[in-house]
């Protein structure tokens, strides 16, 4: 059998000590089938089907649930198995696993399914609000014992996300009314900021690794622009994100990271998909920035912006990561399995049913659309990569 038709349904070797030997086996395993959840979830919410397992109460209201979901449990799961792992090749610390790995799980497990039980609204947010200092101080440890304070940032980035969140239930404890909103909007410019750096990171680097001879180059002025610019842009938007300023500033930023993807760009590119839609998810986060930039003269929905970061950078970007350091961390050769082909392809097109084809002729047929192929590709994720999560690794290192 070709390595690119393997689905490692005869690799399964269930092993609770694989599992939990490192951040991204457990956590990008549950981050994907919680992403087919949360989209199945809020297709019944959009036609006034309860979810199987929900009563009547919900600790988040309406559109809080797909939103505060969509960031702090999909989201931060895959962000959390990529830094608990990432971060130990960084600063060649042991990182956290076995026992203590697996109650993480559990806590960010529970935080999920906690709104749909008749539990106090206090306890709901405590169980929620435990999981992301547990998670800093699991990344904090190992980098302040290295002394490599180039990735303090990631401690920073985890602490501000507890603050959003605390933000969101403190509005829905009715202690800070009508600070949800800025809770899921400062913790989804926090995500795409820690998009823009780790993409800027690894995606230049995967290319280079990929392609023999690689043609493409960075602009040097462009990347030192980058990140300042985003952090100018999301400072903005605590304070003032409906100013005329705010859409210039946008504007600003989506030509920086279009100017930094293109010229990370070499024609080769669109032959690999574990590098493509990498470098489609990046040029994303662009569009999603130039799209908002445009809204004072369009007149579209800001969530055609929202899903152009959402569902096209967050969404393209989480699952060609999940997919290339799922192969490379358990053993396996950088080929990408055929149902993986199929994946991709399902998740651009939910994100041009979403964001392009919404944007002209905003049909509902086209809600549809997306959800489904965001389900299929994450359930492909599942359906391909589970053998070699939950097993030893195929070439018997540890």
Not at 190 to 218: D, N
């Amino acid at each position: 059998m070709a390595a690119s038709q393997l689905s490692y349904r005869s690799d399964l070797k269930f092993s609770f000590g694989a599992l939990f030997s490192l951040g991204f086996r457990s956590f990008f395993l549950l981050g994907a089938l919680f992403a087919v959840v949360l989209m199945l979830g809020w297709v019944f919410q959009l036609r006034g089907v309860l979810l199987p397992f929900a009563s009547d109460y919900s600790y988040y209201p309406g559109v809080l649930w797909h939103s505060h979901e969509l960031i702090f449990g999909f989201a931060t799961a895959i962000i959390s198995g990529f830094l608990l792992t990432a971060v130990g090749n960084w600063t060649g610390q042991k990182m956290l696993h076995g026992r203590g790995l697996a109650a993480l799980v559990l806590l960010w497990t529970a935080g999920r399914i906690a709104p749909f039980l008749p539990l106090e609204p206090l306890l709901i947010a405590l169980i929620d609000l435990a999981f992301y200092p547990l998670l800093t101080l699991a990344i904090a440890l190992p980098i302040l014992k290295s002394g490599n304070m180039r990735n303090m940032v990631f401690i920073i980035f985890c602490g501000l996300l507890i603050l959003m969140n605390l933000l969101v239930h403190l509005d829905r404890l009715g202690i800070a009314p009508g600070m949800a909103h800025l809770g899921i909007y400062g913790a989804l410019n926090i995500i795409v900021l820690v998009m823009l750096i780790i993409g800027g990171r690894v995606i230049p680097f995967f290319t280079e690794r990929a392609i023999p001879e690689y043609r493409g180059r960075q602009i040097v002025w462009v990347e030192k622009l980058v990140i300042p610019m985003s952090v100018l842009t999301f400072l903005n938007d605590l304070w003032q994100p409906l100013a005329s300023w705010a859409y210039i500033l946008s504007g600003l930023l989506g030509l920086l990271i279009l100017l930094r993807v293109g010229s990370w760009f070499d024609r080769r590119v669109l032959s690999n998909p574990l590098l493509w839609i990498l470098h489609v998810g990046y040029l994303m986060i662009g569009l999603g920035f130039i799209l908002r930039a445009t809204l004072p003269w369009t007149g579209w929905s800001p969530f055609i912006y929202i899903h152009a970061l959402t569902l096209g950078g967050i969404g393209l970007l989480t699952l060609g990561m999940m997919s290339r350091v799922s192969l490379g961390h358990t053993g396996r050769p950088l080929i990408l399995p055929v149902q993986m082909h199929v994946a991709f392809y399902c998740l651009l097109l939910a994100v041009i049913a979403r964001v392009f084809a919404m944007a002209i002729i905003q049909k509902p047929f086209l809600y549809d659309l997306s959800a489904t192929g965001w389900i299929l590709a994450f359930g492909l994720f599942v359906y391909t990569y589970f053998p070699a999560l939950v097993s030893p690794r195929a070439d018997s290192k540890s």
